[in-house]
């Protein structure tokens, strides 16, 4: 760690997230890797909550290198600017808030990494005490049937692997070269890694483990990935680079979802076979996520998860596809009011 008092800074910008910062912030108080090793910078969004008051208290106890900065409510990425400004440490770490570290996160970084490296991310797992619904839509993420294999989290992966912002790191050197993360209230971390890889380097995948509790609510996941499929086309006029042919699956998935009901209700004793398959093959997922998980709760939310991730992610893409590629209009954003209700 030459010329660098940490080996990682650990940044973790957050808005009226007390409850979860709290697991956060313990699940770092127990982590194998010396606490000589890193650092923590929590980038406050501008929250209304009690959120500041707790932190105070932990930088008192003295269990972590903790440090704590507030800004205007500007969104996640200029607070993880704003806490790449004061980190000290060789690599800088992201993680967001509604998450907990394994207590072998950092130690899986420190290991792996025996020599410099650009950039570098790991996977997001659920806990067996996570809800349900947090599991089904685990499984919906991660799976390869659904989209694990698209969003390059499955170990077969089927296109360019991006490191998210809940779980990746990067060289401060790098951050130097390519400047902080963007403007874009989703997909920013998609943006900042293709800037790195455009630079020649290499995205390392680590095994280093953050537990990432997701939506609690159909509702919630629907906006999440509604903004997510507008955040692809979002990425496609920054640079076209950013968009692959596979990312246009769920699209023509909710495009023949759409196309098959309107048929089914003009020849249904023709097309209710299909249905029929189309449900087993829910049902079989379900299946599989009970023996995953050691769940059987997850069998009665998986069925609807699934659909509404290919549904939401579809309709958000598509929308933006055609305001902002065929007709040529202004950036959409999705979701902003009320995102996380």
């Not at 704590?68 to 808030?97: C, I, L, W």
């Not at 159909?218 to 968009?243: C, E, H, P, S, T």
């Not at 979802?257 to 079989?284: D, E, H, R, Y």
């Not at 305001?323 to 996380?340: A, D, H, L, M, Q």
Request: with cysteine.
């Amino acid at each position: 760690m030459t010329n660098f008092p940490y080996r990682f800074s650990v940044i973790v910008p957050t808005y009226n997230r007390l409850d979860e910062i709290r697991e956060l912030l313990f699940s770092l108080e127990k982590q194998t890797l010396s606490k000589d090793a890193f650092e923590v910078i929590i980038v406050d969004d501008g929250s209304t909550d009690a959120t500041e008051d707790f932190i105070n208290e932990l930088i008192k106890k003295g269990s972590l290198n903790l440090s704590f900065y507030k800004q205007d409510h500007k969104g996640p990425g200029p607070a993880r600017n704003t806490g790449m400004e004061f980190a000290k440490a060789e690599y800088y770490v992201f993680v967001d808030s509604d998450c907990i570290a394994d207590e072998n996160w950092l130690k899986a970084y420190d290991k792996t990494i025996t020599e410099p490296v650009a950039g570098f991310g790991g996977p997001d797992k659920v806990r067996s005490d996570f809800s349900p619904m947090q599991k089904a839509i685990d499984y919906s993420m991660t799976s390869f049937i659904t989209t694990g294999g698209i969003r390059g989290s499955s170990k077969k992966k089927i296109s360019k692997y991006y490191p998210r912002s809940f779980n990746m790191g990067v060289h401060a050197d790098v951050v130097k070269k390519i400047g902080g993360f963007g403007t874009l209230r989703h997909g920013q971390d998609i943006e900042f890694t293709h800037r790195i890889r455009s630079q020649g380097k290499t995205i390392k995948v680590i095994d280093a483990v953050i537990f990432h509790k997701r939506r609690t609510s159909l509702w919630r996941f629907f906006k999440q990935v509604y903004n997510w499929g507008v955040a692809r086309i979002n990425l496609y006029k920054i640079d076209n680079g950013m968009l692959e042919p596979i990312h246009f699956f769920p699209f023509l998935g909710t495009s023949s979802i759409f196309t098959f009901l309107i048929c089914l209700a003009i020849w249904p004793s023709v097309l209710w076979p299909v249905l029929v398959v189309g449900v087993g093959a829910l049902l079989l997922m379900a299946i599989h996520g009970i023996f995953k998980y050691k769940d059987i709760r997850v069998f009665f939310y998986i069925p609807f998860v699934v659909p509404i991730q290919i549904l939401g992610y579809g309709l958000g893409f598509g929308g933006a596809l055609i305001r902002r590629v065929i007709f040529g209009g202004r950036e959409k954003t999705g979701f902003v009011k009320n995102y996380y209700k």
